[in-house]
């Protein structure tokens, strides 16, 4: 879930693997405050998603399994 000030802006994600490793980026254009990843072709673990927009950050861990 995005925050609701971000709705309708650019919104860049990043998505990191246990070890720190950038393992899959997007830009979602005029988003909406709740957005759906594929995350299939992922092996399972710990990974870390960080959400930007604009110079505000959103961080969440997520398990992968």
Known sequence: TLPAAWQ???VNISIYNGAGMLVKAISIRS???TETLDLGQ???G???VKAQCSDEWAEQRILRN
Do not use: C
Request: glycine share 0%; no cysteine.
């Open 31 to 33: 988003a909406s405050q």
């Open 8 to 10: 309708t802006k650019t």
């Open 42 to 44: 992922l092996s399972r």
């Open 46 to 48: 710990i990974y870390v």
